[in-house]
């Protein structure tokens, strides 16, 4: 069993920089390929970004490419989302989430293990 755990959110104005972090306990990160996703009140809950097991695989949602970076670190077991020039629209709870498959990354159905999501909020 992998628990997740996010942290790193808050209250941030538009235009300023957060740094989410995930760290997995009772268990080893490195076969799982890792999501950030978000859901805004009144939302469906939709994919940020995507890492491959390795590392040395991203993929972005189109409304965060450029501003958002994700990265690993299989021997802290943690996986970060950097976030930069954040918009109001940013605002969500941010979830992480690691599935075995690497071609179904953006897809919210079908992952092994969620977090339990961090509040983000960025003010106009």
Not at 52 to 70: L, P
Not at 75 to 82: F, Q
Request: aromatic share 12%.
């Amino acid at each position: 069993q992998v628990q997740l755990v996010e942290s790193g959110g808050g209250l941030v104005q538009a235009g300023g920089s957060l740094r989410l972090s995930c760290t997995a306990s009772a268990r080893t990160l490195t076969s799982y390929h890792l999501g950030w996703f978000r859901q805004a009140p009144g939302k469906e809950r939709e994919f940020v970004a995507g890492i491959r097991w390795s590392g040395d695989s991203t993929y972005y949602a189109d409304s965060v490419k450029g501003r958002f970076t994700i990265s690993r670190d299989n021997a802290k077991n943690t996986v970060l989302l950097e976030m930069n020039s954040l918009k109001a629209e940013d605002t969500a709870v941010y979830y992480c989430a690691a599935r075995f498959s690497w071609s179904t990354i953006i897809i919210t159905y079908g992952y092994d293990y969620w977090g339990q999501g961090t509040q983000v909020t960025v003010s106009s």
